[in-house]
């Protein structure tokens, strides 16, 4: 979603994905030279990384960046800065932030009063006044509100106040082919007449797991669930109980969803991070690693005994787009098999963007398991863990050594099942 003060010219979504292009160009410069951009200018003025003066020139690298598209764009200098700071992580503090754009801050907060007012209910019942930490879009950070949406069609959202915004977020970028698409929306209609939530099993469950099965050779069987993060999840355990080991691998600025087996390495290149309330990573049976490095390799090679899985983005979503290298892959692919280690693609985020299948195809490297979500559901909440036959049969119900995964009041929803696929 755009944070609202879209510059007057941007008429096109194009301009809007260019925008996003570029933060994603620099903010693989700043993860390179090991910046952290979520540090405040208070934080990098004390000198906390040791080179203050590099610091700040990567963040006014970054304001560069945008400026040199600004005759593509044709931003304001003050909408530039704007971007500058919004997308890296609040780099400066309300006084410093505002004195740049209280213009347009003002503005913003004018134009919306219905949401305003809104939001002043939600902190009031919603923690933060909202149920995704994600979701104000840290507009809040600076003495706003995020805009209180009411509808959407497309590519555009629309506040209370009716404003209108080109939505480059695309609902955590599950609506893949824009909001309340027609035929996406009869199909949900035609579901909901014959009932909206079953608990029993449907012909739209197997129908869909057909379709994945058929797109993608690496899926031999799949099982569906209600989330990414419930896919990760399960994928996890499944790889320990089949193969026995304790060890899960998983690489640093990955996002796997919350669950407690993979919440560590967020959005950092720290090892050392421990979230609140997790235990230390190496309690949890969680070794991180770099992409795109020996790490994995040497990792393997001092734990090829005891590590079940390696698991990772083929693209890291959530942690700046960064894409393994296609060698890093095959080589993952040659060493985890020479070990009986199993390989995990997450694919929540790049599952079916690229073409009509997974990215695993894209790049001929077939993983042991692979999560699923978002795209699949076609914008609905779904999650699904696929891949080995002989693994995932392991969950069958009432089998010889079951690996108990599943559950979930709503897996197979049968408005997802018929909305996937549509989509």
Known sequence: MGNGITPKNMKYPINAMITIIINKVVYRIFIKLNFSPKKSIISILSSSSGEPIFDIFCFLLTILFIE??????????KTVLFYAIFFYGNIC????????????????????????????????????????????????????FPPIIKSAKGAYITDIDNNKYIDCWMGHFAMIIGHNHPEVLIAIKQQLERGWHL???????????EMIINDNPGIEMLRFCTSG????????????????????????????GANDTLYYGVGTLNKDQIPPGLRPPTDAGILTYEINTNEIFDLIASHSKDLAAVILEPMLGGGGGFRADLEFLKRLREETEKHGILLIFDEVITGYRFRN??????????????TMGKIIGGGLPIGAI??????IERSRPLSENQILIGGGTFSGYPLSMAAGMKT
């Open 68 to 77: 040199f598209f600004n005759c593509f764009l044709i931003f304001e200098m």
């Open 93 to 144: 503090r309300q006084s410093f932030f505002i004195m740049f754009i209280k213009k347009e801050l003002k503005q913003y907060i004018e134009s919306r009063p219905k949401s305003k007012k809104e939001w002043e209910k939600a902190i009031r019942v919603l923690p933060g006044g909202i149920s995704h930490n994600i979701r104000t879009f840290e507009l809040n950070r600076i003495g706003a």
């Open 199 to 209: 608990g029993v099993l449907t012909d739209l469950q197997i129908n869909l797991a």
């Open 229 to 256: 993060t419930e896919a990760t999840m399960y994928a996890t355990r499944l790889a320990r109980a089949y193969t026995n080991r304790k060890l899960i691998a998983k690489a640093l600025l990955g996002w796997h």
């Open 357 to 370: 299948s997974l990215f695993q195809n894209e790049l001929k490297i077939i993983p042991d398991l692979t």
């Open 386 to 391: 696929g891949g080995r036959k002989d693994i």
